[in-house]
């Protein structure tokens, strides 16, 4: 059975990792920031896989499934918020969401 | 017996706590009987002490030591007191004069709305007073010495609501202040070059350290002498009292006449080791004597408030006991400061009751023929103005300025030109003491009395009186036969005064006695023309020289002017000048500095998520760099 090369699939992790960090810098509608989240909590676990992969160990695999967990429970707590603010501002533009501004 | 004598000071102070505390809740009764009460307990105390001081004799010289105040380095200061003959006098004074004037005040006060705070100042004054002149330490008796003056501060302005009064009031606590701040000074020096502040210590040091004439024992007398200067109101220090009399009079009577302004006679009789060492310090405390009663003697004479004549009388008066300190008759200076505190009391209180009796008429020229409607304040205010003018024989003054003018004469340290002075000065006092006088009880009513004097008011005019007129035979002139109890109760702590030789013969005292004796009743006549022939006096003061004389006078040879001149007015100047405060900018900058890092850096709170993001990835992107790059 051939094998990814490690040195691709962090490759992979790292352009997922760049694009989700960009996704919530740049993105304003709070669905898209949620999913950019996503995206870098997926990027970490293929992260993880690789160097499950690497090392033999099963560690890496243990951990993606934690990230699973953490991205559903986040998913969660992000949406209710979200449904929150939509309630308020009838808007899911993150900008319109400034009350903290010093 | 040191539990008494520590109960003498610490009586009154506990009457000034208890009025303060329960200040709010005292009925005026009350709050009068404990005023009272204590400082008539702690005269009764001071009087067993006293006995049983006589009693031992010069043996019965009381050291004692309640607990050490500060033990810093080499200052070792105790909470002592020290009995000896010169406290005991001015302990026994001190108290007496003051119970008498609280049994007066008690009465004459008893219509103001802050009676309570009134008695609560007093009691705290006669403490700190009595602390003053027991302390058996310079720095204990500098305590009493600020207590005083801080008494004597809010005593003149304690009819607050009045500005002038408060004005009068911060202008004798502030002048006092540069005698202070001399003396202080002088403190300093005694402790960095003898070690010890204990009084009886620095007296014996004294002579072993320093050469006698020499620069430091000279700059330490002049240091002490100029807060004894401030305090007694002497020239250049003495444009505060005329001003002080803004004050009850009661309050006129017992701080500004019989006993604080006599603090500094007291500094200077206690100190006499280092003065004797110093002859030229004592040479200027003669030439301030002089010229002070010279300089206050001709402003009594021409003013029109009958507290500011007494007032000045006292400076003049002062001016006696300083003369007597220069030319070293140092139980003199003592001597009279007691005759003086009855009977300046005394005139003090009679003209108290008789500008209440006017709605609080201090012109003399609205006052007049009061004998008749007044008659114990009248014979009471004679009593004093007789014993104020050395009425010759029958008054304590006599015997008390007497003792000075022929020590002044006959002392190694006096001379010609002092005792002439003096005896100048002597008719001066009795002019002045019998125009008011004559103004005020004698001629055609002119206001209507309102308010008579109550009983315990005569009561302590009566004996103030009585003390007025005996008090002096405890010290005979020697021509009048050898009767002089006080000068040798007071020999256990002063040195006699040095006599000149060819000065000091008995047909000289006797000749020098019927002078000033004549220039006494001579005085009394001058005042009495002056005011028999009005027409002509007047005539006299309403001409040009007489009036530009009388003004020159009156506003006591212009020394506020001067010093208005030289001191308010520069030192407003430069206020003014610096209104901005360039300090004050450099604080003020820091503040503006701090004002504006905060509107920058709030400034990165935008309360955006978006930017707050940017910011984590911008930072571990650093952090990330700096890890990979070290």
Known sequence: MSSVPTNHALILAAALFVLGALGVMTRRNLVFVLMSVEIMLNAAAVAFVAAA?????????????????????????????????????????????????? | MSILLWLVT????????????????????????????????SWVLAMVVAGSFLQHGPSGVLNTTLYPWMNVGGLRVTMGLHLDALSVVMMVVISFVAFLIHLYASQSMYDEDDYNRFFCYMNLFVG????????????LLYLGWEGVGLCSYLLIGFWYRDRKNGCAAQKAFIVTRIGDAAMAVGLFLIFTQLGTLDIQSVLAAAPKVWPVAGAAVTTVALLLLGGAIGKSAQVPLQTWLPDAMAGPTPVSALIHAATMVTAGVYLIARMHVIF?????AQLVVAIIGAVTLFYSGFSALVQRDIKRVLAYSTISQIGYMFLALGVGAWSGAIFHFMTHAFFKALLFLSAGVVIDALHREHDLFKMGGLRRRLPVAFWTFLVGAASLSALPLVTAGFYSKDAILWASWSSRLGGGWFWLVGTLGALLTAAYSFRALFLAFCGTQKTEIAKLAGGLMNLALVVLAFFSVVAGFVGMPEVLGRFDPFGHFMSSVFPRVPLAADRSSQGAEGKLLLISAVLSLLGIYLAYLYFKERRWSEAVAQSAPGRAVHRFFFAGWGFDQLYDWLFVRPFKAVAFGNRSDFIDKFF?????????????????????????AAGIVLGAIVVGAIALLR
């Open chain 1, 53 to 102: 992969a690497k090392w033999r160990q099963p560690d890496g695999q243990v951990i993606v499934i934690f990230i699973l967990v953490v991205a559903a429970a986040e998913v969660a707590v992000g949406l209710s918020l979200l449904l929150r603010i939509y309630h308020n501002w009838k808007s899911v533009d993150v900008d319109e969401v400034s009350l903290m501004r010093g």
């Open chain 2, 10 to 41: 610490i009586l009154p102070f506990l009457g000034a706590l208890l009025l303060a505390l329960l200040s709010g809740t005292l009925p005026k009764k009350a709050a009068g009987a404990l005023g009272c009460a204590s400082v008539g307990a």
């Open chain 2, 128 to 139: 700190s007073m009595l602390t003053l002149v027991l302390a058996d330490n310079l720095l």
């Open chain 2, 276 to 280: 004797t060492m110093a002859p030229a």
């Open chain 2, 588 to 612: 003020a900058g820091l503040g503006e500095a701090a004002r504006y890092a905060n509107i920058g850096l709030s400034a990165t709170q935008t309360g955006r998520l978006r930017n707050y």
